[in-house]
C-alpha cells in the first residue's frame, strides 16, 4: 500500500474532489459549483484538504462558522464534509484529513473545532470520537413546508 499524502486541494484537484463530494453528498450540480467557488475565494468553504495514495481517497472540508453547538468561540471551524473513499478505509485516512485540519484551524488562531453527524450513523460518531471530538448534544431538525 502507498503511503497516504494530505494536503491542502488545489485546482488540478477539482474533478476528482467533485467525484468524492458526489459519492458522500449525492449527485448535485452545486458539487462543483461549491469546489470552483473555493478556488475563486468564495468563503463558504474556508480550507479542504485532499488525501492521495496515487489516486484520490480523501478530503475534509470547513467552513467558518458563527455558532456551533457545544463551543465557546466565535467563528469556530466547522467540519462540513469529510469522505474517505471505500478501498482507503481503516488506513488512518481520515485521522489524517482531521489532522490536517486542526493544524490549519491552530494556525489560524482558533482554540476548537467542530463537527456533526446523523444521530443514526454509529461509524461516523465512532469515528469523530475516536479522532477526538467529544459529543456535546443530540438534535432533532424539523422542518414545515409553506405553500
Known amino acids: 500500500m502507498a503511503d497516504i499524502i494530505v494536503r491542502p486541494a488545489r485546482p488540478e484537484d477539482k474533478a476528482a474532489w467533485r467525484d468524492m463530494r458526489a459519492a458522500l453528498y449525492g449527485e448535485d450540480p452545486s458539487l ?83 463537527s456533526d453527524t446523523q444521530i443514526e450513523n454509529e461509524a461516523s460518531l465512532g469515528a469523530h470520537q475516536a479522532y477526538g471530538f467529544s459529543e456535546v448534544e443530540r438534535i432533532a431538525c424539523l422542518r414545515k413546508r409553506l405553500d
Not at 33 to 61: L, N, R
Not at 88 to 112: H, P
Open 32 to 114: 462543483l459549483t461549491d469546489v470552483e467557488g473555493y478556488f475563486a475565494g468564495d468563503p463558504m468553504i474556508a480550507a479542504a484538504f485532499i488525501a492521495q495514495d496515487g489516486s484520490h481517497v480523501g478530503f475534509v472540508e470547513l467552513s467558518l462558522r458563527n455558532y456551533a453547538e457545544g463551543c465557546v468561540s466565535s467563528p469556530v471551524p466547522y467540519v462540513e464534509g469529510l469522505y474517505v473513499a471505500q478501498g482507503a478505509r481503516r488506513r488512518n485516512v481520515g485521522r489524517l484529513l482531521i489532522a490536517a485540519a486542526e493544524d490549519w484551524a491552530r494556525t489560524n488562531g482558533f482554540t476548537e473545532m467542530a
